[in-house]
């Protein structure tokens, strides 16, 4: 059975342990792993607009010091660079079969 984007994201998140206030240190761990999905989507040339204003988003809000915000942030940021990671995989020759011959 195959779900949908949306749909794994949120039962991810409903597993996810219960929530205890973030530090600096949950927030660098979260950007670190976002950054380096979002910078492997942009060397496939498949980096989403989206991800990049997630990661300003975290940034934005660990410089306020609101690290529950910026960790949430964070956490988007990686869930929509590796989708955009798996579209860019599965559509590497999925094309093919649209192409008319």
């Not at 670190?32 to 498949?46: F, I, L, W, Y």
């Not at 975290?58 to 989708?83: N, P, Q």
């Amino acid at each position: 059975m195959k779900l949908s984007l949306p749909l794994a994201m949120l039962l991810a998140w409903s597993l996810a342990p219960a929530a205890r206030a973030a530090n600096e240190a949950d927030y660098k761990a979260a950007y670190a792993a976002a950054e380096a999905a979002s910078k492997e989507a942009a060397g496939m040339r498949n980096q989403w607009t989206v991800t990049v204003s997630a990661l300003a988003a975290a940034k934005k809000a660990a410089d306020g010091g609101d690290f529950d915000r910026a960790v949430a942030a964070s956490k988007e940021a990686e869930a929509l660079a590796k989708a955009s990671i798996f579209q860019a995989t599965s559509e590497k020759e999925a094309w093919k079969a649209m192409e008319i011959r």
